[in-house]
């Protein structure tokens, strides 16, 4: 019985306020506050949507109101796009806001740079959200840069409209993209360039060489699993030179996502790889800035002898989610070359080579996730489906090298006897912290050893200016202050941003500084 009239009331109070009129409200007098009395959208590419941003819009009083109209500016023509309270929209008529309440206001825009008949391959675009309580209008601008680039798409066959894979060195893989053009492949300052898929580099049957050359302040953007290929008689030239702004870095090459907004700036793992394969020749990357990539370099350049497949310079490579520089049998020599926050290694080698370190930092603090993983780690072997593979580690040698990190081991071996297995570390900085001895009697963590370990500074701050914010700048307090090998020195006289070192060199791709307190 109890249950009976519990269900009778509920139905009573349905119906009672199913028969309730709607709130009453009265016509806004212009007295709305906003959370920001302009919205910048950032930069975007033309013709690429950019992020939702918002906007609340607060009612003060003590009575639900209406705004009679909510409208951009420039009405059905903007390109900027609404969402009132839930309905989208560029004109909106009797808005209605609870007393002491808010709504949301959420804004995107694409422009073609095309329409605004831009004179520069910059055009700064404008509009507002007009307010109007009849008569009392209130604004709040809507401000986006809009940057005209040069896009390189995948092909797509036009009849199944299908997208293109890329065969590689006579291998047919599942990455879809396509062969640059002869006319393609310099990569000039003039406009930025936006890359979806992957652009290989080479000739196909391998008969003809070709070399993509990026000129100083070149700008390469990548969608999400995009990247390079360097393939089949391919080589990649990276050719930034040095910068008079350390901010603003006019004249390095930087590779990066293709989202400009400022809270894309360090999100890792937002395009794919520069993948050097094993029919690349002779490629060098100098002044560049590498950043929020899976793997920043994936090198299979597969060559032990003669002249090195990677010569790497001057550069700096962050905030990749997995690896910032994977070599595989490789051969590369790298001098003033910065590794930093990475979601694994900053430098693996798997399957053994040849590797020349001098002057370079390769940190790791990443904070984005736990790392179990080491800044550096070697391997003579590479473990595929099918087997277990072993390669010769020639030799990697780390000269006047900074290696440190927020983890208490970062270095790292794994070493098949079967092969070779040749590594030193001198005049170099190292974090190594055996806290529990678990490493003791293993030879490759032997630091007394003078043929591996020679001149090696264990456990002491390298000073670094700030490591979440990808400065690896060195302060006087630094470790390594003066303690470089100086033969090492005068073949990389000067420091990554053209400090002389010769008369007493620091450890690591900076000489110190005072740093700012």
């Known amino acids: 019985m109890r249950s009976i009239y519990f269900l009778l009331l509920l139905a009573g109070i349905i119906t009672a306020s199913s028969c309730r009129n709607d709130f009453e409200t009265t016509p806004s007098t212009g007295e709305l506050r906003f959370s920001k009395d302009t919205i910048f959208l950032d930069t975007v590419f033309t013709n690429i949507g950019s992020s939702t941003f918002n906007l609340k819009v607060f009612n003060d009083s003590n009575e639900a109101i209406t705004i009679p109209t909510v409208r951009l500016g420039e009405g059905e023509a903007s390109n900027y796009r609404l969402n009132v309270d839930g309905m989208p929209g560029r004109t909106f008529d009797n808005v209605e806001i609870l007393a002491n309440d808010s709504i949301f206001v959420f804004i995107e825009t694409t422009v073609d740079i095309l329409d605004t008949g831009a004179a520069s391959n910059q055009f700064l675009y404008t509009d507002a959200i007009e307010f109007d309580s009849g008569g009392n209008q209130q604004n709040v601008e809507l401000v986006t840069l809009v940057q005209d680039a040069i896009f390189l798409f995948a092909d797509r066959d036009e009849s199944t409209g299908i997208v293109e894979t890329l ?37 196909p049957t391998g008969a003809t060489p070709r070399t993509l050359t990026m000129e100083p302040g070149a700008r390469v953007h990548f969608h999400a699993d995009s990247g390079l290929l360097i393939a089949d008689n391919g080589t990649l030239n990276i050719s930034g030179t040095i910068s008079e702004d350390d901010i603003a870095l006019e004249n390095e090459v930087i590779l990066e996502g293709d989202r400009l907004e400022t809270v894309f700036s360090d999100v890792p793992g937002q395009w794919g790889t520069i993948l050097l394969t094993d029919g690349s020749v002779n490629n060098t ?48 020599n790298a001098y003033n070359t910065v590794i930093n926050n990475c979601g694994q290694f900053s430098m693996l080698v798997q399957l053994g080579g040849t590797y020349n370190f001098s002057h370079c930092t390769l ?42 990190g927020n983890q ?55 000073d670094f200016e700030n490591t979440q914010n990808n400065s690896l700048r060195v302060g006087e307090a630094t470790a390594g202050n003066g303690l470089g090998l100086p033969s090492a020195a005068l073949v990389f006289p000067i420091d990554i941003v053209g400090t002389n070192r010769t008369s007493s060199a620091d450890l690591g791709a900076y000489q110190s500084i005072e740093l700012p307190e």
């Not at 990357?285 to 032990?304: Q, R």
């Not at 473990?383 to 010769?392: H, W």
């Not at 490759?444 to 003078?450: G, I, Q, S, V």
């Open 285 to 332: 990357i100098n002044y560049a800035t590498i950043k929020n990539a899976t793997v920043g370099i994936l090198n299979e350049s597969n060559t032990v002898t003669g002249s090195p497949n990677l010569t790497i310079s001057n550069t700096q490579i962050y905030n990749a989610s997995a690896v910032g520089l994977l070599n595989r049998f490789s051969n590369v």
């Open 167 to 203: 065969t590689v060195n006579g291998v047919e893989t599942s990455l879809e993209g396509r062969f640059l053009l002869d006319e393609e492949l310099t990569f000039t300052n003039e406009r930025p360039y936006v890359i979806y898929g992957y652009m290989a580099v080479g000739d």
């Open 363 to 404: 940190g790791n603090y990443w904070t984005n996730s736990f790392r179990s993983t080491p800044a550096v780690f070697l391997d003579n072997t590479f473990v595929t489906s099918e087997a277990i593979l072993v390669g010769e580690l020639t030799e990697a040698n780390f000269v006047n090298t900074i290696i440190y």
């Open 408 to 462: 208490q081991e970062e270095i790292g071996f794994n070493n098949d006897p079967i092969a070779p297995f040749n590594f030193k570390f001198t005049n170099s900085l190292i974090r190594f912290e055996d806290t529990f001895g678990q490493f003791e009697g293993i030879p490759e963590f032997d630091f007394t050893n003078t043929s591996l370990y020679e001149n090696i500074i264990l456990n002491q701050d390298p």
